[in-house]
């Protein structure tokens, strides 16, 4: 990893592995317009995956320290991000302590100040397609990996609205390829106070993972929660799982190789399946973090255009 220099204007940073290659490259100067930020930019800091602690912990001080530097969306090092620098910062959001994880890095005068965005941005993402009362069908919810992403949909499965108090799923299965990363799961949502079952399966192999979606009923829910099919190649699953039917399946990424959203789209006719993949999961995730950052308002119509705008630079460079 190599610091940036400086900012020599006012700069949001995203903290990833691969950020060249991020559609928000080119679509942060076209949001930056409609929102009036005048001259303000976006760099990417590529960090290896579960890299030294002490390169997490320079990346928050530069951030801290450089004037003009106003803050991050970290993406993959979330949880890292967080171990290695917590102490860093002067402010720490409830999510963020929950599930010890870092999406957002802003500054609030001299203080720097951590936030966990995602089980906002997920709720709202998946707002969008799972319908209502989808969960008094009696399905389970599926999420293959263990890290941020699968902590924050974990947990806006589990709430309650007053109008809505069943519709929650009675199971959420999650799986990992690491014993450790499944344990620290465990702990941190068994701080969630929730009628909802949690099941914990140790998956090193895709085959494994096939084993645990075979069981599931029909009208569940299955998750790609690895970030296998972005920065990394491969799925989760094998070319021979199965999905259950009428179920909905949730590619969290939106670039890459999606192999796991192709193996579901080949299933999708003969299971009656509804695929979604991660595109407007990552809006959401943006636009939390960017009104962080800015100290600004995102909703509405303003969300509306910035959605547009993001929709047609999409189509276009497809």
């Keep these: 990893m190599k610091l940036p220099t400086p900012a020599q204007a006012p700069t949001m940073y995203f903290i990833g592995v691969t950020t060249a290659q991020s559609s928000i490259m080119k679509l942060f100067p076209l949001w930056a317009r409609e929102l009036g930020l005048k001259d303000a930019q976006i760099k990417g800091i590529d960090i290896g ?52 994880e870092v999406s957002s890095i802003s500054k609030n005068g001299a203080s720097l100040a951590a936030h966990a965005k995602d089980p906002i941005s997920s709720g709202l993402s998946k707002e969008a397609f799972v319908p209502e009362g989808f969960w008094r069908r009696g399905g389970h919810a599926m999420l293959m990996g263990a890290g941020g992403s699968a902590l924050a949909i974990s947990s806006y499965l ?15 299965i999650l799986t990992n390829r690491s014993r450790a990363r499944l344990e620290s799961a465990e702990a941190l949502l068994g701080r969630i106070d929730t009628p909802v079952q949690f099941e914990y399966r140790l998956c090193p192999e895709p085959e494994d993972n096939d084993n645990v979606l075979r069981e599931l009923p029909p009208n569940s829910l299955v998750v790609n929660a690895t970030g296998l099919g972005k920065d ?40 009656r399946l509804h695929v979604e993949d991660g595109w407007i999961y990552f809006i959401h995730g943006w636009t939390q973090v960017i009104q962080e950052v800015f100290h600004i308002e995102i909703t509405g119509e303003m969300f509306g255009r910035l959605e547009q705008i993001a929709m047609n630079l999409r189509n276009a460079s497809q």
Aim: charged share 35%.
């Design 158 to 172: 589990t709430r309650r609205d007053k109008e809505r108090s069943d519709d929650v799923p009675d199971t959420i």
């Design 49 to 100: 995956i579960h890299a030294d602690p002490e390169l997490y912990r320079a990346c928050v001080r530069f951030i801290k320290e450089d004037l003009l530097s106003l803050g991050a969306l970290v993406t993959t090092h979330k949880i890292d991000l967080y171990h290695a620098a917590a102490d860093l910062f002067g402010e720490i959001d409830d999510y963020a302590r929950r599930f010890e």
């Design 232 to 271: 990394r190649p491969g799925s989760p699953l094998t070319d021979e799982a199965e999905f259950p039917a009428d179920s909905l399946v949730w590619e969290l990424n939106y670039r890459g190789a999606l192999d796991f959203m192709h193996q579901a789209l080949r299933q999708r006719e003969l299971k």
